[in-house]
Structure formats: structure tokens, C-alpha cells
């Protein structure tokens, strides 16, 4: 794969480094400052804040200065945040955890798709240290390890599902172009594709179930400071529903 296809989602990855970095244990010099809390998680305002810098940057330039469109990135921020610390606090509750091998490993898969020096630049170019990095890759390590322990690993892919979604979808395309295709590697394409839309499915309903077992905390006087909305909670934002 071209590594230039790989430059989006080390961004993406890169913002959730960034989202993740302020959830930390309580302290009392953040206390007053906490933006969202989560059991003993907390992001801050000067978190969110440099989040939001960065979020901003995806949006065209005449967007960034429309008061209702940064209102609702700033929403969808907000519950981003708020989704990700909910699933740190299953994988705590459920004693999930990254090795060092297993972060070795994956840091070399991914600097294996840069040039040399790319990477480091990219780091750079966000102000992210590479330790920092490394923490937080960690973090999102395990997020995915409880995705695919509560969703992926309970997906069953039946053998009616694969023949339903050939038929819908592959049968006349596979009929006019005359071309012969392995029946395995057709039939792995497709269960790949079944789960991911599965997982989709049921990801709203598994976020909306998770989060009846932890109390989220959102500081409305500092989210009027950054947003001019009084009065936010919970219930306002429908945490869970993306």
C-alpha cells in the first residue's frame, strides 16, 4: 500500500492521541478545570481546547468562522471524548490490557509505511512527542481489544448471510464482466464486510447500553465559557448516539 494512503488516518489517530492525553487520574490543580468526568477519568478545558485546534483544521476555511457549524463540531467532539473514556473504563473493569510486545509490534508495522523521517515529521508538525505518542497508542490499542471483545468476536457470519449478500450485490456484476474469481477469496471479502457492517450496527446500541453503568460528568459553566450554551448534560447531548 502507498504510504501516502496511510497519511489520513495517522491524523485521525493522532487527534485521538491527543483526546486521550488529558483522560488521567483526578488531580486537585485540575479539579476546578475538568470539562468531562468519568469515574476517576478526566479531560480539561485546555484538553479540549487543543483538540478542537486540530479538529478545525479538516474544515474549509469558511466553515471555521461559522458560529452554528463549530457549535456542532464542538457537540460531536464533546461526545467523542465522552465514548472514549466510557470504553477505558470497560477495559479497566474488564482487566483488559496492552503488552510491550504487542505495542513493539504495532509501532512497527506503522512506521513500516513511511518513508524514513515521515513519521517523525508528522509528530512534529502536531506538537506530539513520541513517548506521548507511544502512551497513547497504547490507549487506543486497547480500546480496539474491547471493541473486538464485546462486538467483533460475538459476530456470527452464517452461510444464508454470505449467499444473501452475493446475490444482492456481486451476481450480475460477476456475470457481465465474464471474469472468474476464487470462490474463497469472494467469500472472505464478504464475511469482512458482513462484520464491519454488524459491528456498525450494533455499535450504538452497545455504547448506549455501556454507558447506563458510568456517571458522565460535564461542567456546564466551562462548556458556556466555550460554547455560549447554557445549561449542557448528558440527556442534551445523547452521549452514544455518534
Not at 144 to 173: F, G
Not at 225 to 238: A, P, V, Y
Request: glycine letters at 4%.
Amino acid at each position: 500500500m502507498n504510504w501516502l494512503t496511510k497519511i489520513v488516518p495517522l491524523m485521525a489517530s493522532l487527534l485521538m492521541i491527543i483526546i486521550l492525553g488529558g483522560c488521567a487520574d483526578s488531580e486537585s490543580d485540575i479539579e476546578n478545570e475538568y470539562l468531562i468526568r468519568i469515574g476517576d477519568r478526566v479531560v480539561t478545558v485546555i484538553d479540549f481546547n487543543e483538540a478542537f485546534e486540530i479538529v478545525k483544521t479538516a474544515y474549509p476555511h469558511h466553515l471555521r468562522n461559522d458560529r452554528e457549524d463549530l457549535k456542532k463540531a464542538q457537540v460531536r467532539l464533546l461526545k467523542q471524548m465522552a465514548i472514549e473514556m466510557i470504553v477505558l473504563e470497560k477495559a479497566s473493569a474488564l482487566g483488559i490490557e496492552v503488552s510491550d510486545a504487542e505495542l513493539e509490534q504495532s509501532i512497527a508495522e506503522i512506521k513500516s509505511d513511511y518513508p524514513e523521517g515521515v513519521f517523525e515529521e508528522t509528530l512534529l508538525e502536531f506538537a506530539v512527542s513520541y513517548e506521548s505518542w507511544k502512551d497513547r497508542l497504547r490507549t487506543r490499542l486497547i480500546m480496539e481489544k474491547v471493541i473486538n471483545k464485546q462486538l467483533k468476536d460475538q459476530i456470527i457470519i452464517t452461510p444464508e448471510d454470505i449467499a444473501r449478500y452475493y446475490e444482492d450485490n456481486l451476481k450480475s456484476r460477476k456475470q457481465n464482466s465474464g471474469e472468474i474469481e476464487n470462490p474463497n477469496d469472494i467469500d472472505e471479502a464478504i464475511i469482512e464486510i458482513l462484520r464491519r457492517k454488524k459491528i456498525e450496527e450494533a455499535y450504538n446500541q452497545w455504547i448506549r447500553e455501556l454507558k447506563v453503568n458510568y456517571k458522565i460528568e460535564i461542567n456546564s459553566t466551562q462548556w458556556e465559557k466555550i460554547t455560549g450554551t447554557k445549561d449542557i448534560s448528558e440527556k442534551d447531548l445523547n452521549i452514544g448516539v455518534p
